[in-house]
């Protein structure tokens, strides 16, 4: 692995806490808790817990939708750039259990 790749890396995961810590952050402000979302979108708490804490190794576009639209907050603010999303590994289905 070459140097600038590792900064890269380095960055993008900084960039990811930051936006795990402003969700989870905003979610609390608005006295919204994952169980409430969970029981909203008629899936599990750890489903809603996997998405909100893992991203980007696990994502559900229509829970990631659901929570920037409850927050009413522009989806990039709490996910990032839409247009990377396309490059993630795993996601979550309803009924289904995360893949790689």
Not at 51 to 68: C, G, H, K, W
Not at 71 to 97: A, F, I, M, T
């Amino acid at each position: 692995m070459r140097h600038n790749q590792t900064v890269t890396d380095t960055a993008k995961k900084n960039r990811w806490e930051i936006l795990k810590r402003r969700r989870k952050m905003l979610l609390a402000w608005h006295q919204i808790t994952m169980t409430q979302i969970a029981r909203e979108m008629n899936l599990s708490p750890e489903t809603i817990k996997t998405v909100v804490n893992l991203y980007p190794e696990r994502t559900s576009r229509r829970v990631q939708d659901y929570i920037a639209r409850r927050l009413k907050v522009p989806y990039e603010r709490l996910w990032g750039p839409s247009d990377q999303h396309d490059h993630h590994k795993g996601h979550y289905n309803k009924g289904k259990k995360a893949c790689k």
